[in-house]
């Protein structure tokens, strides 16, 4: 799976992935951080999240960091908002307000980028990538936060031989092998969602479920 791959997805419309809504399990469990107004919050593949501007509404800095030129200009676009667009080596960035968003690979991130960063947030991220590339998105993304940041991790978990990701499932004992020392991770809740998701049915999955998780590095 390449950057192709996910710019084709955006180009011919195919997003299932994206919300019209802000997620309400973030509504729930965010405040569970306790980060103050002014944590810069970075939003990996962040696509065009409505979540962003909810993080921003609680008076967070947000970064986002974006592979396809579409969601980033969709995300300014449909908030009516003009973007201040100037470049660097990790990209083009887009910022307005208290939100930015590069316009580039999130592999590329390093913790001289991250270094004010307080927390993260993943929902759509971490189960967007096969097993192979979730060990280089941990031992990069995650590697370059500061130690004393904390997260909210939102992960799927389903029988994978029944459907091919992405998105993909992401057991428990993935999530605690991955967040081991120097990470802290937290079970916050679990929620049979199958009923919820009528085009994974469609698909065949007999079980979903989702999980969510609190991070905190150090």
Known sequence: MDADFWLQRWQEGQIGFHRSDVMPLLEKHWPSLQLPEGARVLVPLCGKSLDMHWLAAKGHR???????????????????????????HYGEHFSAGPVEIILGDA??????????????????????????????????????????????????????????????????????????????????????????????????????ETAVYRLRRG
């Not at 995300?75 to 100037?86: C, H, I, N, S, W």
């Not at 389903?158 to 020392?181: D, N, R, T």
């Open 62 to 88: 947000v970064l986002g960091v974006e592979l396809s030129p579409l969601a980033v200009t969709q995300f300014f676009e449909e908030a009516g908002l003009e973007p201040v667009r100037t470049t660097s």
């Open 107 to 208: 592999f590329g991130v390093d913790p001289a980028l991250l270094a004010d960063v307080d927390g993260v947030y993943d929902r759509a991220a971490l189960i967007a990538l096969p097993a192979d590339l979730r060990l280089r998105y941990r031992d990069t993304v995650y590697a370059s936060i500061p130690t004393g940041a904390q997260g909210l991790l939102i992960t799927l978990e389903y029988p994978q031989a029944e459907k091919a990701g992405p998105p993909f499932s992401v057991e428990q004992a993935e999530v605690e092998a991955l967040f081991a020392a120097p990470w802290r991770h937290t079970l916050l809740e679990r929620r049979d969602i199958l009923d919820q998701e009528p085009r994974f049915r469609e698909e065949g999955l007999s079980a979903l």
